[in-house]
């Protein structure tokens, strides 16, 4: 039991420097994150204009879902709208890295893939991009995680995962839900 | 102290008026959601319920009990009376008239866009005009505040500041650069856009404004709870402060960090680089550190109690403790809650981790843990610390309190145990139900059914916090006037360095840190503007 | 530390250096980590250059330092050619009302009627429709976004102005009110998908764009008292796929999901039942 002045100076620098401890723990286990395994946050600062998002560019209807692109790339191109997703159902390659890309014309929306790390905000204005390989076959939920207005809970899709085997890209490159 | 009880008690039973409101709320938003059908429930309803639970728990009690407890403190542990009360008077009635308006328009159904707004979605202006007069209300109380110590100051040249009234200002200032980013939000955006003077706004940049005043908000309504634990638990428990001077440097600490770290809310967003992410998530690592510094200093000042009432050995102590006493029980309570909370904050803040919490029930169960846990159950300690003195009565008998707090901390572990769980499991917020049919959702049924159960227990112990105060008033009049007295340190300071004395220092630090952190994320938005969204009024007509 | 003979100046200078030195430190090894260390390794390892990555970073280049950009494909075949704009909602705000009066007298009052009520039922009534829904449809009609014998030729003979003006006078005239005595009441399970809509299906209520004041999308228009005709025929041409000028499926991927019977109860639900 510390009681002078000096004692108790002491005790506290010593609990200071655990709590310094502590938290360079945590920084060096995020840095390592980042250095080995590319752990990033959803940044991607590129603007894009919602007012015209269905008219130019690649958010137009006809080019929206899954898509391999001619380096053998995998995209998805989504579209976050009150209140559904465009489209409802994508199709994803099991353990092949896939680039998802969202946007919005209208107001805030958001989302997340049940049981993955798939997760960003759709903000208008910008394109919001996540890179990820999905490890299990099956289908997810990818519900709206950001409120967007009264019809908010009712806005979900769903995400096929495939085996790579089942997954067969048309002549143009696409792969739907509905010609499997 | 006679001068500001009235005005002291005239905030405290607005905020718990508000509070009781938002608590019958919060379990029928539970209810909907739940596998069992609820009456009223449609999206109208649900969000406008959300909104108003939210506004109430976030805004109002909060913001009325921080200043009536400020008023209170500035009172007793200064021991001069409050400097310019009308103006607090003035202070409390333009946040009524805020409160009452945000209010009406909510229950109109004009504002149903929650309490962390959304644009490009707007509500009636009248709902950010209400809000906006609550904070202006506050600014008043920050500048009462600040006169206050000057004063004392003044009057008292290189004598430590009282530590409870030291953390008060250190609140009042934070305060002043925290509501910062709301105002400019609702001032140049929302509320231009809500009135129909402009048709679009750049939503990125309203995000960004927002997150400056989001985190800091938490330390707003969480400085009263470690004012209590610093000056208030070792003195209840009959012991002595472990270290002046910790506390001080604790709330120094939490008004440099809780400020430049709001993008930590902003992890998932687009709109805002990886680099800036980095530096903010570094800046809030160090908020762990004012919290962890608070959770030795206070367990010190505990066993010092513990052992002065002849507890002995390594645990001997915590049996010795008056564990009867509301606000020693309180205090172990807030502590147990704590380590949850604040262990769920740290994975909130590694942005790896984020990811897979982001936007789930694992953020809920986060902030609920810790406003429920640390907040709001020290609020009740408090409250029980000072009506006596407001109302110059005597509880008759500590049983029902307890019975109050030990429901409370039963409420919020079965509430929030199996949100978190939840929320690892990926279900997601702001809903107003779930499709229990699906084989993805199906197994969440019987969790969200015990969170309820929960739920209830808190509403019980809400309603009882209510009756118990309620009870007070009608009590006869005791004898002496029961005082107030905070704790001294084991060594109580003769001086302390001018660092440790006032804040001059530390608001230039704050704003350097808060020049790095948010400058260019700021300015971005006017270097390289984004496209802006039309505005989506929730308001027919322009 | 607290010595009570000590100088406070004395004693506050170590306070401010050592103060200032561990904030500026954490700060810069959080700068010096967040904006150069990591985007370098990751960038060398995704094959960006470090400036790049370094750009990146910082928020001065799209994307992100630990990943190359995906090709984009640019084809554009929207499914409308409205865009909306601040400068196009003013222009709807600030219209000639009676021009458009004018020009709807000769070309519009035959099927919609002079005051917005259309005589056949099979027709829309226009009265108090929100402009910007009587605008997207005239402008989807002459783009031929939007298909009709009669008014595909009509909104192509009108120019920006006119379509302008003759949107802002239907929009300003009185929304027709139900009449109470033959007002029917919806029944449970339609009232149920009106207001609160059906998740397992993806279906929002329709109230939540359509309701008053729900802050839907810019160009959702009021069906409160529109034609029982009119509405089942449209739901019909949506669900087929045949109409598909609502933009990104908003009102296909609705009504894909509706049964024949639902169509038929929401449009009497809208043409007749008081409410909202």
């Known amino acids: 039991m510390a009681s002078t002045e000096r004692e108790i100076l002491r005790t506290e620098i010593g609990w200071a420097i655990v709590v310094a401890g502590v938290v360079g723990v945590i920084m060096v286990a995020i840095v390592y994150a980042g250095l080995a395994m590319h752990i990033n946050p959803p940044s991607n600062i590129e603007h894009i204009d919602p007012k015209t998002l269905h008219l130019t560019g690649e958010f137009t209807e006809p080019n929206l879902g899954t898509k391999v692109e001619a380096n053998g790339q995998v995209t998805v191109r989504m579209v976050a709208t009150q209140f559904a997703f465009v489209p409802q159902c994508l199709v994803v390659p099991e353990g092949k890295p896939v680039t998802l890309r969202f946007s919005t014309p209208d107001v805030l929306h958001g989302i997340l893939v049940t049981g993955t790390n798939v997760n960003t905000m759709i903000v208008p204005g910008y394109v919001s991009q996540v890179h990820t390989v999905f490890r299990k076959t099956g289908d997810l939920l990818m519900p709206c995680h950001e409120y967007c207005g009264l019809g908010h809970s009712q806005m979900w899709a769903t995400v096929r995962v495939v085996p790579e085997a089942e997954f067969r890209p048309g002549a143009d490159g696409k792969v739907s839900c509905d010609a499997r | 102290m006679t001068h500001a009880r009235r005005l002291t008690l005239a905030h405290m039973w607005l905020a718990f008026a508000a509070f009781g409101v938002a608590v019958v709320l919060g379990v029928w938003q539970m209810w909907a959601r739940s596998p069992i059908p609820a009456p009223l429930h449609t999206p109208d309803n649900y969000f406008l319920a959300v909104t108003a639970h939210g506004v109430s728990m976030a805004y109002v009690l909060p913001t009325f009990v921080v200043m009536g407890f400020g008023y209170f403190v500035a009172e007793t542990a200064l021991r001069r009376p409050l400097p310019f009360p009308a103006w607090g008077w003035a202070g409390f009635w333009l946040g009524v008239a805020g409160s009452v308006l945000a209010a009406a328009t909510i229950f109109a159904g004009r504002a149903s866009v929650l309490y962390t707004f959304y644009p490009p979605l707007t509500a009636t202006p009248f709902f950010y005009i209400g809000l906006v007069l609550v904070v202006v209300g506050s600014w008043v109380w920050c500048a009462l505040m600040i006169i206050a110590m000057a004063q004392w100051k003044g009057e008292n040249p290189g004598k430590p500041v009282p530590l409870a009234m030291f953390a008060t200002v250190a609140n009042a200032v934070m305060w002043l650069w925290t509501t910062v980013g709301v105002a400019a939000e609702l001032l140049f955006q929302v509320i231009p856009a809500a009135f129909g003077w402009v048709d679009t706004l750049d939503v990125g940049l309203s995000r960004t404004l927002f997150s400056w005043t989001l985190h800091a908000i938490v330390y707003f309504w969480l400085i009263p709870s470690y004012i209590a634990f610093y000056t208030m638990a070792p003195q209840a428990a009959g012991g002595r402060l472990y270290s002046d001077t910790m506390g001080r440097l604790t709330f120094i600490l939490f008004l440099i960090y809780s400020l430049p770290v709001g993008m930590h809310h902003l992890f998932m967003d687009p709109e805002q680089s990886t680099g800036f992410k980095f530096l903010q998530m570094t800046l809030t690592a160090l908020v762990a550190a004012p919290t962890l510094l608070t959770v030795f200093t206070i367990t010190a000042s505990m066993e010092v109690a513990g052992r002065m009432r002849g507890g002995t050995g390594l645990f001997g102590w915590i049996k010795a403790l008056p564990w009867d006493r509301p606000m020693v029980l309180t205090t172990g309570l807030a502590f147990f809650m704590l380590w949850f909370g604040g262990g769920g904050g740290l994975i909130n803040m590694s942005y790896g981790m984020n990811a897979m919490v982001h936007n789930t029930s694992w953020v809920t169960a986060h902030f609920h843990l810790i406003f429920g846990g640390t907040v709001v159950i020290m609020y009740f300690a408090i409250a029980y610390a000072i009506w006596p003195t407001l109302t110059g009565r005597a509880f008759a008998s500590n049983r029902p309190l307890r019975l109050q707090l030990w429901l409370w901390f039963v409420g919020m572990m079965v509430m929030t145990l199996p949100w978190h769980y939840l929320g690892l499991q990926g279900q997601w917020r702001r809903v107003s139900e779930f499709n229990y049919a699906d084989p993805n959702i199906a197994g969440w049924g019987p969790w969200v059914v015990v969170s309820l159960l929960g739920g209830l227990v808190l509403l019980v112990s809400g309603l009882m916090f209510l009756w118990n105060l309620f009870g007070l008033h009608r009590a006869p009049l005791a004898a002496r006037l029961p005082d107030i007295r905070y704790a001294l340190a084991v060594h109580p300071p003769v001086r302390v360095p001018a660092a440790l004395n006032g804040f001059r220092m530390w608001n230039v630090v704050v704003a350097a840190l808060m020049l790095l952190a948010y400058g260019f994320p700021i300015a971005q938005f006017f270097l390289n503007s984004p496209p802006e969204a039309i505005v989506h009024r929730t308001v027919a007509g322009n | ?276």
């Open chain 3, 1 to 276: 530390m607290e010595h009570a003979d000590a100088d406070p100046k004395v004693l506050d200078q170590p306070w401010r250096i050592w103060a200032t030195a561990a904030i500026a430190s954490v700060a810069a090894a959080g700068l010096l980590l967040g904006m150069i260390v990591l985007p370098v390794v990751q960038g060398r390892n995704a094959g960006i250059s470090a400036f790049d990555a370094i750009c990146r970073a910082l928020g001065i280049q799209a994307g992100s330092p630990a990943m190359p950009q995906p090709p984009s494909a640019a084809q554009a075949i929207p499914v409308t050619q409205v865009a909306w704009s601040a400068e196009l909602i003013r222009d709807l705000e600030q219209a000639d009302r009676r021009n458009g009066e004018a020009i709807a007298s000769q070309t519009c009052f035959a099927c919609h009627g002079e005051r917005g009520f259309a005589p056949d039922n099979r027709n829309p009534n226009l009265a108090g429709q929100s402009a910007l829904a009587i605008y997207k449809q005239l402008h989807d009609y002459r783009s031929d976004s939007r298909f009709n014998d009669q008014m595909t030729p009509i909104a192509k003979a009108l120019d920006d102005r006119q379509l302008i003006d003759v949107t802002a006078y239907y929009a300003y005239l009185t929304t027709g009110a139900i009449d109470p005595t033959t007002a029917q009441v919806g029944d449970e399970e339609i009232v149920r998908l009106v207001e609160r809509g059906d998740q397992s299906r993806n279906l929002p209520a329709c109230s939540s764009c359509h309701g008053r004041r729900a802050g839907g999308p810019t160009e959702t228009p009021s069906l409160v008292g529109q034609n029982e005709g009119y509405l089942i025929a449209q739901l019909q041409l949506y669900r087929s796929g045949e109409r598909k000028n609502d933009i990104y499926h908003r009102m296909r991927s609705v009504a894909r999901q509706l049964t024949d019977r639902e169509i038929a109860r929401l449009a009497r639900y809208y043409s007749t039942t008081l409410r909202q």
